[in-house]
């Protein structure tokens, strides 16, 4: 309880403490002081909202869909070499384009 003698004294020391609080969470946050899932968060977002990254982002899509052309031009045989580059350039792609939505989350 705060003993004031008039109530916009009180009103102000409670605007005074709320603004506190928020300046001091701040400022925890910009020391490092959080979790480490967190920091890991934010220099995650940090990185992939770069315009570099979201180049080769863009240019990964660009590669994964010029294959999956090729490879339905090609029609390779079950088994070949050909359909194993591919699925490998397939698996590639899908597990970056996962990390990528994982890191964005």
């Keep these: 309880f705060l003993r004031v003698a008039m109530d916009e004294q009180r009103t102000h020391w409670v605007a005074c403490l709320k603004t506190a609080i928020k300046e001091a969470k701040l400022r925890s946050v910009e020391e490092g002081h959080q ?6 968060r ?11 990254t979201q180049t080769v982002i863009a240019l990964i899509i660009a590669i994964n869909f010029g294959a999956n052309v090729y490879a339905a031009e090609l029609l390779p045989d079950s088994g070949s070499e050909e359909e194993f580059i591919f699925e490998v350039i397939e698996y590639v792609c899908t597990s970056i384009f996962v ?3 994982l890191c964005n989350l």
Aim: charged share 40%; aromatic share 10%; hydrophobic share 35%.
């Design 35 to 40: 979790n480490p899932v967190e920091r890991l």
């Design 42 to 52: 934010r220099f995650l977002r940090k990185r992939f909202e770069a315009h570099s």
């Design 99 to 101: 990390l990528e939505t």
